[in-house]
């Protein structure tokens, strides 16, 4: 199956108090059509910065320099101007940002912020603009359509806002959706809700999905593929039966074991010891990234960052311990 997405060599440097920091360094990827890629890792490991990079998407506050290739239906993102992205923005590619009550904005009542996005991509009448809003709304499980139009966000319970930022993200039928952890700071029932519209979706629209999660046991029944970020690279990838069933990099070792022992992967539980002084600290220098934090580091592991391999046709790693030598 043709790619939709392709990234390649994808590196954002961001300007941070006059100092120029590289956030990701250089991490590949595929999607396929219909495909859900998942991307996991622990908080500021480059995540949400790697997809705001794929749409040159950041705060207008934020300078950021993002070099590599995107391409997005054979077409490279980053060689397109502000102006075509934002056609593509909403109509193609939507996204769901972290923290729908924030993400919303508190001064206008939610119709008109679900409008904008018809508005902006498609010309429909009033009437057929209404009645197109309400329908989607319903789908996605907003039983009182109507009332909620008229309501502002803060009015709207976390889960409620969350459907609204998929109505928005989801209303002009775009072909790749960008979820960056959609369950945040909601209780595992909403959580388990929208991972389900989420996955019907999918599996309704043909609808390729990058979802971002630092929870794999989240990711374990809705994932096709899985990539774990480290401190701005990718360390290890594959389907996600494999990176659960058999994970080879120390550092996706512990976050499975970091998961509850009460959860049940759909294959086999993993038990593995927690690497001792798993903390993500910042390692400086020309060895592995992970370096300070992994229980298994031999001497290359200090002066050399070890090469992304493929194991096979899904499975790539970074890790001397799998590189032969």
Not at 45 to 57: E, H, P, V
Not at 154 to 168: P, V
């Amino acid at each position: 199956m043709p790619d939709l997405l392709r990234v390649e060599n994808l590196r954002v440097e961001l300007e941070v108090n006059q100092k120029k920091v590289q956030i990701v360094k250089g991490i590949s990827f595929r999607i396929a059509k219909g495909e859900v890629f998942a991307i996991v890792g622990e908080s500021g490991c480059g995540k949400t910065i790697a997809t705001q990079g794929i749409l040159k998407l950041f705060p207008y506050n934020i300078k950021a320099a993002v070099t590599g290739s995107v391409f997005f239906d054979g077409e490279d993102l980053l060689k397109k101007s502000e102006a075509e992205l934002s056609r593509i923005w909403g109509s193609k590619i939507g996204i769901i940002f972290q923290d729908p009550i924030n993400s919303l904005n508190p001064s206008m009542k939610i119709e008109r912020q679900i409008s904008e996005v018809l508005d902006n991509h498609k010309k429909l009448p009033a009437g057929e603009k209404k009645e197109i809003i309400l329908d989607f709304l319903q789908k996605l499980g907003i039983t009182s359509p109507e009332s909620c139009l008229k309501k502002y966000p803060h009015q709207l319970s976390g889960g409620m806002c969350q459907r609204i930022m998929m109505a928005i993200a989801l209303i002009c039928g775009p072909r790749l959706l960008i979820a960056d952890e959609p369950t945040t700071a909601l209780d595992v029932t909403i959580q388990a809700q929208i991972v389900q519209l989420l996955q019907e979706f999918v599996e309704n629209n043909s609808l390729s999905l990058i979802l971002i999660s630092h929870d794999l046991s989240l990711l374990a029944n809705i994932a096709d593929k899985v990539a774990v970020m480290y401190q701005g690279l990718i360390l290890e990838s594959g389907n996600i039966e494999e990176i659960i069933n058999n994970p080879l990099h120390p550092y996706t070792k512990g976050l499975l074991a970091a998961v509850p022992d009460n959860w049940n992967f759909p294959s086999t539980q993993v038990s593995v010891p927690v690497p001792e002084g798993f903390s993500g600290t910042v390692v400086q220098g020309e060895g592995c990234v992970y370096l300070s934090s992994c229980p298994e580091a031999m001497n290359i592991c200090q002066v050399r960052v070890p090469e992304e391999i493929a194991l096979s046709h899904s499975r790539r790693i970074s890790c001397w311990l799998t590189a032969p030598r």
